[in-house]
């Protein structure tokens, strides 16, 4: 696989965590360094935690959960979204009674960002390319549109309030749908 085409996958695969990101930095404040480490570091963690697990279980998870995991991606990011745009309805603007950071809240943020991850793994062990590269390339992009994202929606959700509530959601469950339907054509 060529360098371009690895950036260009981890790009694809890193966008999620660009769009959730800056949901969180709109509707959790403060953002500390302590918020944007763990957020960092766990969507990180599962994309690549997964991109590994789908390589290493190629045949298998491509064959069981690739008829599903477009499903779940968008479930989630539909979730997410549509609760952002009901808030938006109902002329609130977001703030988590806890730290999204942490616990639950955290893992189900990661496993949305990553799902399509495994799914990439696992064609890159059906057809024996190197994992290595693309496993850090995909790391440090993770990480930076995090960071990147955190910093956006912070601002932005600052700036523009609950119109940017308004902007997240509509990005989040046009995501969702976009999930669906590139799976779906192809």
Do not use: C
Not at 8 to 15: D, E, P, R, T, W
Not at 74 to 88: C, K, N, Q, R, T
Request: glycine letters at 16%; zero cysteines.
């Amino acid at each position: 696989m060529s360098y371009f085409t690895i950036v260009i996958v981890a790009l694809g695969l890193s966008m999620d965590t660009l769009a959730i990101a800056a949901a969180v930095g709109m509707g959790y404040q403060p953002i500390t360094f302590r918020t944007v480490f763990r957020i960092g570091w766990h969507f990180t963690l599962f994309q690549v935690g997964l991109l590994v697990l789908g390589y290493e279980a190629g045949a298998f998870i491509n064959q069981y959960l690739s008829a599903y995991d477009h499903w779940l991606a968008a479930g989630l990011l539909w979730a997410i979204g549509g609760h952002m745009l009901w808030e938006w309805y109902e002329g609130k603007l977001p703030t988590y009674s806890s730290d999204p950071s942490r616990g639950l809240s955290l893992v189900v943020l990661s496993v949305a960002t990553s799902i399509d991850a495994l799914a990439v793994g696992g064609s890159l062990g059906l057809t024996g390319q190197p994992i290595g590269l693309a496993a850090v390339v995909l790391a440090v992009m993770t990480a930076g549109l995090a960071v990147v994202g955190l910093e956006f929606g912070r601002r932005l959700g600052g700036i523009l309030g609950r119109w940017a509530l308004l902007a997240g959601g509509v990005a989040l469950t046009g995501l969702g749908v976009k999930t669906l339907v590139n799976h779906l054509a192809g």
